[in-house]
Nanobody, 117 residues
Framework: QVQLVESGGGLVQPGGSLRLSCAAS????????MKWYRQVPGKEREFVAH?????????AYADSVKGRFTISRDNAKNTVYLQMISLKPEDTAVYYC?????????WGQGTQVTVSS
């Protein structure tokens, strides 16, 4: 079954850290670029980070998270990660991983991240 499953979300205080994981199955993970997006209720889903296929030698980030978030991948585990540090209340959102497979976007179910004291 082709799917993406996110995990690792939760409640964290401002300034804290979290690492999100996205486990892929049903396709050759290493052949695909991977992205993280996030969405707040009532707003459009927004791009967070990108990592290229293969060794993931190229990454890109939204300006709002640059320097605080790091995307990485482990092709042996079919997993993409999002390490988040110095979290802010405005980072509160549902986080989704994503890829484009055969021209069709593939999304996970999302994992909630709440940054609050």
């Amino acid at each position: 079954q082709v799917q993406l499953v996110e995990s690792g979300g939760g409640l964290v205080q401002p300034g804290g850290s979290l690492r999100l994981s996205c486990a892929a199955s049903g396709f050759t993970f290493s052949n695909y670029h991977m992205k993280w997006y996030r969405q707040v209720p009532g707003k459009e889903r927004e791009f967070v980070a990108h990592i290229n296929f293969g060794s993931g030698g190229y990454t890109a980030y939204a300006d709002s998270v640059k320097g605080r978030f790091t995307i990485s991948r482990d092709n042996a585990k079919n997993t993409v990660y999002l390490q988040m540090i110095s979290l802010k209340p405005e980072d509160t959102a549902v986080y989704y991983c994503n890829t484009l497979r055969l021209g069709v976007p593939l999304w996970g179910q999302g994992t909630q991240v709440t940054v609050s004291s």
